[in-house]
C-alpha cells in the first residue's frame, strides 16, 4: 500500500467504496422488492383466513371439527400448495395442522403480531413461522369464534416451504441477474467516471509532483524558475492550490535566501580583500623600516635609528589595533558577547567620552559641541558598549572634519527611548558608499573622502545587542549624521 501513488491509492479508495456502496445498493434493492411483493400478497390475501373460517365450521361443540379440518387441509393442499394452515389456541399453541413429520419447528406463534394484524396495522406484518427455529413470514389470520367468544385463530402462511423453494430459484434467475447486472454496470461506469475524475482533479498535484522532483535534480536553476511562477490570486480553497502556492512560495524565500547568502559572500570576499589591503599596508611599512634599520644600521645615525624605530611601533601599533577590532566584532557577531545592562546618565557618560579628545580637537582647532536636553531618565544598557560606540563614532566624526570644524552631538528624548545624533561638517559620505556603510569597510582612492570601517560595523552589532540600530541621516548640509536611540 505504501508503494502506491496518491492516484492510485485514491483509485483503490474509490473501487471499494463504490463496489461496497453498489453491493449495499443490491442488497436494498432485493430486500425492498421482496418487501413490496410480499405486502402486495399480504394484502390481497388478508381475508383469506376469514374467508375460510366462514365457510369450514371448525369448531364443533366438543371441540375441534375433524372432518371439517381435514376437508380444509386436503383442499388448500389442492388449490394453493404455497399456503401453510395452522389451527392455534387463545394462547397461540398450535393445536391443528396439515405439515409433513418432523417439520414443525416451534408449537408456539407469538400473538403480537396476529393482534396487529386484526387491527389492521400497515403491511408488510411478519409472523412466527412454525416450520423455522427463528423465521418471519407474511400470513392471514381470523379469529375462531365459538357463542362470541375467541377460542382460537386460524393462522395462515401465505409463502410456505414450497413456495420458498421455487422463489429461490426463480429470484436467482431473473431478480438477482438484474441486480447483478445493473450493479456491474453501475460499477463499471463508476470506475470510468471516477478514474476520469481523479485523473482530472490530481492533474495539479501530479504537475506539482513533477516540478517538485525536478527540483531535486535541477538545483538553484529549478528552483529560481518555481520562485518566478505567479501565485494565484483568487483566494481559493482548493487544497491543491493552496499546496502549489506553499511550494512556490517557499522556492521564493529559499530563492531570496541563496540570494542573500551569495551577497554576504561576495561581502565576506570584499571584506578579506579590505583587510587584506588595510593589513598589507601597515605590515609592508613596517618591514622596510625594520629591514632598513637591520641592513644599515651601522650607517645611521642614532637619530635615524629613533625614527626608524618609532614608524615601525606606530604600524605595528596599526596591526594591532586592526586585529583587536578583528576579533570584537568576530566576537560581537557570533554571540559571545553579552551585554552587562545597567541604568546610568548618558549626558555624564558623553561628558567623560569628550575628555578623551580634548587633546586631539585642541590640536585640530576642532569644536566639540554637546546640546543636551534637561532631565533625561537614566538608560538601561550596558555602561562599557555604550562608551565604545560614542568613542568610535566621535573618532570617525573628528578624523574627518577639517581643522576649525565643528562636531555637534545631540541628547533628547523621544517616546521610551532617548536619542543620540552626532553630525560634523566634514566632506560626508558619497553616495555610492551609504548603502555599505555599516556592512563591510569600503576603499576609496581619495584621502579626503569618508569611507566606512570596522569602528561603524562595532558600532551596529553593539547597538543591535541593545535592540536599537544606528542610522544615517540625510540632511542638507555638509557633512554626516548618525542617529540611534537607547531605551530608558
Not at 18 to 26: A, D, K, N, V
Not at 83 to 104: C, M, R, S, T, W
Not at 325 to 331: G, I, V, Y
Not at 442 to 469: A, E, K, N, Y
Request: charged content about 20%.
Amino acid at each position: 500500500m505504501r508503494k502506491l501513488t496518491l492516484s492510485q491509492r485514491l483509485t483503490l479508495v474509490f473501487a471499494l467504496l463504490l463496489i461496497t456502496s453498489c453491493s449495499l445498493l443490491g442488497w436494498l434493492q432485493i430486500r425492498t422488492s421482496t418487501q413490496y411483493s410480499q405486502a402486495v400478497i399480504q394484502q390481497l390475501s388478508g381475508s383469506l383466513a376469514e374467508h375460510i373460517n366462514q365457510s369450514y365450521p371448525l369448531l364443533g361443540q366438543d371441540g375441534l371439527n375433524n372432518d371439517s379440518v381435514r376437508s380444509l387441509f386436503d383442499h388448500l393442499m389442492t388449490v394453493n400448495p404455497s399456503v401453510e394452515v395452522y389451527l392455534l389456541d387463545q394462547k397461540g399453541n398450535i393445536i391443528g395442522d396439515a405439515a409433513p413429520p418432523n417439520h414443525i419447528k416451534r408449537h408456539h406463534v407469538d400473538l403480537e403480531p396476529i393482534q396487529a394484524a386484526l387491527d389492521k396495522q400497515q403491511f408488510p406484518l411478519y409472523g412466527d413461522d412454525p416450520r423455522s427455529p427463528d423465521g418471519k413470514k407474511v400470513f392471514s389470520v381470523a379469529p375462531m369464534m365459538q357463542n362470541g367468544e375467541v377460542k382460537g385463530y386460524l393462522y395462515i402462511i401465505l409463502l410456505g416451504e414450497n413456495y420458498n423453494a421455487l422463489a429461490n430459484d426463480a429470484r436467482f434467475n431473473t431478480i438477482s441477474k438484474v441486480v447483478l447486472l445493473t450493479i456491474s454496470l453501475i460499477a463499471l461506469l463508476g470506475l470510468i467516471v471516477g478514474g476520469l475524475a481523479f485523473r482530472w482533479i490530481t492533474r495539479p498535484l501530479r504537475s506539482l509532483s513533477r516540478q517538485v522532483n525536478a527540483l531535486e535534480t535541477g538545483g538553484m536553476a529549478e528552483m529560481q524558475a518555481m520562485a518566478a511562477l505567479p501565485l494565484d490570486k483568487s483566494n481559493s480553497n482548493d487544497e491543491i492550490s493552496l499546496l502549489r502556492q506553499g511550494v512556490i512560495t517557499m522556492a521564493r524565500r529559499i530563492s531570496e535566501q541563496w540570494h542573500r547568502l551569495s551577497q554576504q559572500d561576495q561581502l565576506r570576499r570584499e571584506f578579506i580583500a579590505n583587510i587584506s589591503h588595510d593589513l598589507r599596508t601597515p605590515l609592508t611599512s613596517m618591514h622596510g623600516y625594520l629591514e632598513s634599520l637591520s641592513v644599515m644600521s651601522a650607517t645611521l645615525s642614532e637619530a635615524e635609528k629613533k625614527r626608524y624605530l618609532e614608524i615601525a611601533l606606530a604600524q605595528s601599533q596599526k596591526v594591532r589595533t586592526l586585529a583587536q577590532s578583528l576579533f570584537e566584532l568576530a566576537r560581537l557577531e557570533y554571540g559571545v558577547v553579552k551585554p552587562q545592562k545597567e541604568r546610568f546618565c548618558l549626558g555624564e557618560l558623553l561628558q567623560d567620552v569628550f575628555q578623551k579628545f580634548e587633546l586631539m580637537t585642541q590640536t585640530r582647532q576642532l569644536q566639540l559641541v554637546a546640546d543636551i536636553q534637561p532631565g533625561l531618565p537614566l538608560i538601561d544598557a550596558d555602561l562599557g558598549m555604550i562608551e565604545r560606540v560614542l568613542t568610535n563614532l566621535l573618532d570617525n566624526a573628528i578624523r574627518h572634519t577639517p581643522e576649525q570644524g565643528t562636531v555637534a552631538v545631540r541628547l533628547w528624548k523621544e517616546g521610551e527611548k532617548v536619542m543620540v545624533q552626532i553630525s560634523d561638517n566634514g566632506p560626508g559620505i558619497p553616495q555610492e558608499l551609504k548603502e555599505g556603510l555599516f556592512v563591510r569597510p569600503s576603499i576609496v582612492s581619495q584621502s579626503h573622502v569618508r569611507v566606512g570601517g570596522l569602528g561603524l560595523m562595532i558600532v551596529r552589532q553593539m547597538l543591535q545587542l541593545h535592540g536599537s540600530d544606528i542610522a544615517l541621516v540625510e540632511r542638507p548640509e555638509t557633512g554626516a549624521c548618525f542617529r540611534f536611540g537607547l531605551p530608558t
